[in-house]
């Protein structure tokens, strides 16, 4: 197949970008996808862009055949001295390219014509969908080392009874006055997510981690606009009288809701407030269009929760020869720790019991 590539910056790539015609094939090939999410959507980049437009530089990779059909896409972007990414940036849990019908070849083409224009030597694709075509994205660097990864989910249809020890939580929550609900974050984000955030930042911070609100201040801006601009939104709480017990912020992806971020406030801890919102979730969603959560990869709570598990796909791709040497020790430090395991297993006390005299 003879490709036309076409790769545009800065004010070229924003003029792609919001051309109501781009746009247009830009859907057509989201759905000419498979395995295509809402992070490669046009409504996602461009609510992306409304927000960290002021503070980013953008690449846009184009893919057309013999008839001029856009049959390939990757957007890109870069903030400061910090490295290239994916549009969306931190914000993009599904960050790939969009290529026809999941022709490898055309993720090929593409990661490798965007590698030509802008010089980067390393990129890093945390999560690649299920149904990823791998072996383009392998093809394209000098170097790859790209790994089967758990996807867990969770279908409301599926769902087991809580256990016991949660429907005792359930009930103490309810002897409190707690109630569970969707809430309109479009119409109340001005009251909502300083509640929000306020809980997710002390959790964060006990946890050790990184306040991403604090560390980012157009965070606020960027889910109001997912909200009220884009429609992109599905949030759901727990409040007793006023106070914000347990909230999640999702991602809608068709019939699926993304799980973003999942916070609760710390002095109901013992009755694991959140872990009672995610069971909660089915009924809050049972009539409605959402048949399921995506959970995404990062963590055994997530997994215990789960219905059912697909395989995603997480990929580093390197350009220089000292990234490939790294990559190459990883994969040497994995085979050798798994024949560690191996040779565990066999000699465990199973297996090295004493035979009876």
């Not at 390197?318 to 994995?334: D, P, Q």
Request: hydrophobic share 45%.
């Amino acid at each position: 197949m003879n490709f036309k590539l076409s790769v545009y910056l800065d004010s070229d790539a924003v003029g792609c970008l919001t051309s109501q015609h781009f746009v247009t094939e830009w859907d057509n090939l989201l759905r000419a996808t498979p395995s295509s999410t809402v992070c490669q959507s046009a409504k996602f980049a461009l609510t992306w862009w409304s927000v960290y437009g002021s503070v980013c530089r953008i690449a846009i990779a184009c893919c057309r055949d013999a008839t001029g059909l856009l049959i390939g896409y990757y957007g890109m972007a870069k903030q400061g001295d910090r490295n290239w990414g994916p549009i969306g940036l931190h914000q993009c849990e599904y960050p790939a390219v969009l290529a026809y019908g999941d022709d490898p070849k055309i993720v090929c083409a593409i990661l490798r014509a965007l590698h030509r224009t802008l010089k980067f030597r390393r990129l890093q694709f945390i999560f690649l969908p299920p149904g990823s075509p791998v072996d383009g994205y392998a093809g394209a660097a000098l170097a790859a080392d790209v790994r089967e990864c758990p996807l867990p989910y969770r279908a409301f249809a599926d769902i087991d009874p809580p256990s016991k020890r949660t429907k005792q939580k359930i009930a103490r929550l309810k002897k409190l006055g707690a109630r569970t609900e969707v809430v309109d974050f479009a119409k109340s984000c001005d009251e909502f997510l300083p509640k929000f955030i306020s809980i997710h930042e002390a959790r964060q911070k006990a946890k050790g981690y990184t306040a991403p609100f604090e560390a980012d201040p157009l965070k606020s801006r960027y889910l109001v606009a997912l909200a009220r601009d884009a429609h992109l939104l599905h949030v759901a709480a727990i409040w007793i009288d006023q106070r914000l017990v347990a909230a999640t912020i999702c991602l809608r992806d068709r019939s699926r809701i993304v799980v973003g971020m999942l916070a609760h406030d710390e002095e109901f801890e013992s009755l694991s407030p959140a872990a009672v919102l995610v069971h909660e979730l089915g009924a809050l969603c049972a009539n409605s269009e959402i048949r399921a959560i995506d959970l995404t990869p990062g963590g055994a709570y997530k997994e215990r929760f789960a219905t059912g598990t697909e395989m995603a796909f997480s990929a580093e791709l390197t350009w220089s020869i000292g990234g490939a040497v790294r990559m190459l020790i990883r994969r040497l430090a994995r085979y050798g720790l798994g024949q560690i395991r191996s040779f565990r297993a066999k000699i465990s006390p199973a297996s090295t019991a004493k035979s009876p005299m």
